[in-house]
């Protein structure tokens, strides 16, 4: 089946620092990937698609300027948390359909740690 | 504004018995999803559900989707400890997977 890698897996940074995770599509081609942030014992929240070769779409209530996505090929899309602070701790998970957008399949997903 | 709601959000259940797991949602949709999350781990797809009547079945699950009801149950039959998870349901409203409105998940906990 599709799979889809996340990197890294946890990270934990100083505040004000900036991170960047990397999600890729082993063996398929994505044109869009998604990109979810989850709190602890909470659900996904959509936080914006990830479109190859263009501008991602942000969902409503989140900052571009604070979460940069780039989807520069067609198998990877890296999300970049600027100066990060303490409140942007959470789990982040990317995915990739695959199959006429039947079908997700996810990344491990990254535990980003503010200190 | 879709909205999904699942129930029961906590579920503690005994090894060997049978139990049904709901999700509701609030506009029409034929796409729902079932998906399976482990602590501290990323989303695993269990069933696609894309008309109304679908019906999929994977060893102790089952999943249905009745869209003139907008539902959809995951039932669990004889559970065994290895089915403890966090249970999610997501509804596709735009032929979009990757857009869909999740639900708030069903922690379940398979006791021996």
């Known amino acids: 089946g599709a799979v889809v890698s996340q990197h890294p897996s946890r990270v934990i940074c100083k505040s004000g620092t900036s991170v960047k995770i990397e999600c890729r599509s082993l063996?398929?081609?994505?044109?869009?990937m998604f990109w979810y942030r989850q709190f602890p014992k909470q659900s996904l929240m959509l936080m914006a698609t990830?479109?190859?070769?263009?501008?991602?779409?942000?969902e409503q209530g989140v900052e571009k300027d604070k979460f940069l996505i780039n989807h520069a090929s067609l198998t990877l899309s890296t999300l970049t948390v600027t100066s990060a602070h303490p409140e942007d701790s959470s789990f982040y998970i990317c995915?990739?359909?695959?199959?006429?957008?039947?079908?997700?399949?996810f990344g491990s997903g990254t535990q980003l740690s503010v200190l | 504004e879709l909205k999904v709601e699942q129930n029961p959000l906590f579920l503690s259940m005994q090894e060997g018995k049978n139990y049904t797991i709901y999700c509701n949602y609030s506009?029409?949709?034929?796409?729902l999803y079932w998906y399976r999350q482990d602590p501290g781990k990323s989303l695993e797809s269990l069933f696609v559900?894309?008309?109304?009547?679908a019906v999929k079945q994977e060893g102790r699950l089952m999943a249905s989707l009745d869209t003139k009801a907008r539902l959809s149950t995951l039932h669990i039959t004889a559970a065994v400890h290895d089915l403890s998870a966090t249970y999610f349901c997501?509804?596709?409203?735009?032929?979009?997977?990757?857009?869909?409105?999740f639900g708030d998940g069903t922690t379940l906990t398979v006791k021996p």
């Open positions: 995915s990739a359909s695959w199959g006429n957008n039947e079908k997700l399949f």
């Open positions: 063996d398929f081609q994505a044109t869009t």
């Open positions: 990830s479109n190859e070769g263009s501008k991602a779409t942000y």
């Open positions: 506009t029409t949709s034929d796409r």
């Open positions: 559900l894309l008309s109304n009547g």
């Open positions: 997501a509804v596709d409203p735009n032929t979009n997977a990757g857009k869909s409105t």
